[in-house]
C-alpha cells in the first residue's frame, strides 16, 4: 500500500483545514487507516483513526470535538477535517494504514499496528 497526503499549510489560530490521505496499491486488506503527527523536538503521536468500514473512530484528547476523520471513497483513503485550530496544532502530519484487524478501534491509537504509512504533509497554525 502507498499512501500520500496531501491538503497542508499555514492557517491561522481558529481557522480550519482539509488534509487527505490517497491510497493505492494493495488496499483490499485495509482495517484501519489514521493520522498521526510530530512537531520538530517531540515524539510522533496519535492524531485520529477509523475503521475501515466507517463505522467506527477514537481521536486523541486534545483534538476531540475540533477534528473529524472520514472515508474519501475518491481517494480511496481518509480525510482529517480541522477545525478551531492552535498553534499546538502544528506538526507534519503522517496518514497511515493497517491490515491487522482489532477488536476495537481504540487499539489503532498504537502506531505498532500500522504497516504502511505516507510520506506526511505540514500544518503551521500561526498565532
Known amino acids: 500500500v502507498q499512501l500520500q497526503a496531501s491538503g497542508g499549510g499555514v492557517v491561522q489560530t481558529g481557522a480550519s483545514l482539509r488534509i487527505s490521505c490517497t491510497a493505492s496499491?494493495?488496499?483490499?486488506?485495509?482495517?484501519?487507516m489514521g493520522w498521526f503527527r510530530q512537531a520538530p523536538g517531540k515524539e510522533r503521536e496519535f492524531v485520529a483513526a477509523?475503521?475501515?468500514?466507517?463505522?467506527?473512530?477514537t481521536y486523541r484528547d486534545s483534538v476531540d470535538g475540533r477534528f473529524v476523520i472520514s472515508r474519501d471513497s475518491a481517494k480511496n483513503g481518509v480525510s482529517l477535517e480541522m477545525s478551531n485550530l492552535k498553534p499546538e496544532d502544528t506538526a507534519n502530519y503522517y496518514c497511515?494504514?493497517?491490515?491487522?484487524?482489532?477488536?476495537?478501534?481504540?487499539?489503532?491509537?498504537?502506531?505498532?499496528?500500522?504497516?504502511?504509512w505516507g510520506q506526511g504533509t505540514q500544518v503551521t497554525v500561526s498565532s
Open positions: 497511515a494504514s493497517s491490515s491487522t484487524y482489532l477488536p476495537n478501534v481504540a487499539y489503532y491509537m498504537d502506531d505498532r499496528m500500522y504497516d504502511a
Open positions: 496499491g494493495r488496499t483490499a486488506r485495509t482495517t484501519a
Open positions: 477509523l475503521t475501515w468500514s466507517g463505522l467506527y473512530s
